[in-house]
């Protein structure tokens, strides 16, 4: 199978647990994709729950990693908000690959696999790799010795992100940062999988409220 010539990155970041707004964020990110799928990756660079809030708190922060899993997100950064025993549970029950120290995603979009290119959230040298993506949040998005290094947003914004892969070494061809805009509406699929995570999120706070 032949390795992709060229890369679109969808991603997002700091949601901290603002999982009403995804449904609205996921028919948003719909109209951002490339009429050609394929080469398209949807990461999140972390912070997809936060502690003050009440279903991250229950689910140990993997809450809003289930929404993400199921609106398609490809890779999500869990380096630094999920502890090992929760990193564990959470990939017992997402499809997406998760990344943190000692834990790299190859490029995998059936039918194509290319191990060379690796989403991570700790880049190392290797001249066998043709990308590292680092999914740890930058100041400024920047492609540097076959090192992605993303820009950090805020909740609400999808950065995109082109990279050309066609000759050895791979070229940065666009970045933007785009905003969800107000009047956005909600994709039904999403809103039913956020209402599926708020009550599980409650049947365990009941669960611990018993014992």
């Not at 609205?24 to 809030?53: H, I, K, W």
């Not at 630094?80 to 979009?109: C, F, Q």
């Not at 708020?198 to 365990?204: K, L, M, T, V």
Request: aromatic content about 6%; proline content about 6%.
């Amino acid at each position: 199978m032949e390795k992709p010539l060229a890369l679109t990155l969808l991603y997002t970041s700091n949601i901290r647990g603002d999982i009403h707004m995804l449904p609205r964020l996921y028919t948003f990110m719909q109209s951002l994709l490339p009429a050609q799928r394929q080469g398209t990756l949807l990461l999140d660079l972390g912070n997809a729950c936060a502690d003050e809030v009440w279903h991250c708190e229950i689910t140990r922060g993997r809450s809003t990693l289930i929404v993400l899993d199921g609106m398609g997100y490809h890779v999500a950064n869990v380096d630094s908000t999920l502890d090992p025993i929760n990193r564990a549970k959470a990939e017992d029950v997402v499809t997406m690959g998760l990344v943190y120290a000692g834990r790299n995603w190859a490029y995998h979009i059936p039918p194509v696999t290319d191990e060379t290119i690796q989403v991570t959230a700790h880049p190392i040298a290797d001249d066998n790799l043709r990308l590292q993506i680092d999914l740890t949040p930058a100041d400024m998005t920047q492609l540097d010795k076959r090192v992605l290094r993303l820009q950090d947003v805020s909740a609400g914004q999808v950065g995109v992100v082109q990279v050309d892969l066609t000759d050895n070494i791979p070229q940065l061809a666009g970045s933007t940062i785009h905003d969800l805009p107000a009047n956005t509406p909600p994709n039904p699929t999403i809103v039913a999988s956020v209402e599926f995570v708020e009550s599980e999120a409650r049947y365990f706070q009941k669960k611990q409220d018993e014992s």
